[in-house]
């Protein structure tokens, strides 16, 4: 496994990409938006990836994973016109249908097939399966690359550089966050996608998030970049907010 089948699998994703793109402006900005976000992963997986010393090998790994850990949305966005789970199909399970219809791991080993599929497959879960520690490792690898490219998305969206609700799962901007959201960060606990209620909620889901990252470079990101205090300024200023906030804040300092 060189940088060349990598190339040619970089080719190919933006082959099949291309096929979901429309006459239609309001219709290819989701389709961009997702297109945009796998190369910032791919980014991301590289940079913690090579902070924490991994292999070339491995490293080609990690990117495979990352270029492909989304494919399945170009297919839901198309069918279903959502990026919501719930309402449509599990976007994981929905691009490892994809990854196997066009055979497009066949040049990797049975044991690297797995493990990518494995780290696609749980990329968006509440919790990981038990697993050996290599293929967790790699789990929590692109967990982390894709949380903190999400974020990056989220600091445009809401500062209304990409006014498209697509992204926001279609929730109600209400001035109202949910006191059960608010209760699962102060227990350091990841907030459950199916409580969410209203944006305010959303926002502090990925406020939440930072219990769920694995390593240090990826600490390093959340705080260069500040992305809690981005999200926290488009908040309602109330002192249970305040708490959560600070709580988070706090715990990313002490992972540095």
């Not at 699962?184 to 219990?211: E, G, H, Y």
Request: hydrophobic share 40%; aromatic share 10%.
């Amino acid at each position: 496994m060189n940088t060349d089948t990598l190339n040619l699998l970089k080719n190919w994703f933006a082959d099949y990409v291309s096929g979901f793109y429309k006459d239609d402006p309001e219709y290819n900005k989701p389709v961009s938006l997702k297109e945009h976000h796998t190369k910032h992963v791919c980014s991301n997986i590289l940079m913690i990836g090579k902070e924490l010393g991994l292999s070339p090998h491995d490293l080609i790994i990690a990117e495979t994973i990352a270029l492909f850990h989304d494919i399945g949305r170009f297919r839901q966005y198309e069918i279903y016109r959502t990026f919501v789970d719930s309402i449509s199909e599990n976007h994981a399970k929905l691009g490892l249908k994809q990854i196997g219809i066009h055979k497009v791991l066949s040049m990797f080993s049975r044991n690297d097939k797995r493990l990518i599929s494995k780290a696609i497959a749980y990329h968006n879960t509440l919790y990981l399966p038990k697993e050996d520690e290599k293929t967790l490792f790699f789990m929590r690898l692109i967990r982390d690359a894709d949380k903190l490219d999400i974020w990056r998305v989220f600091g445009d969206y809401y500062g209304e550089k990409w006014p498209n609700n697509t992204i926001a799962l279609d929730l109600p901007d209400l001035p109202v966050c949910s006191k059960n959201i608010i209760d699962s960060i102060l227990k350091q606990t990841i907030v459950n996608m199916k409580d969410l209620q209203t944006l305010n909620d959303f926002k502090l889901l990925q406020i939440s998030w930072v219990f769920d990252i694995n390593f240090v470079p990826s600490f390093k990101i959340i705080k260069n970049n500040n992305y809690i205090t981005m999200i926290a300024k488009t908040l309602p200023v109330k002192k249970e907010i305040s708490e959560v906030v600070k709580l988070a804040c706090d715990y990313v300092d002490s992972k540095l």
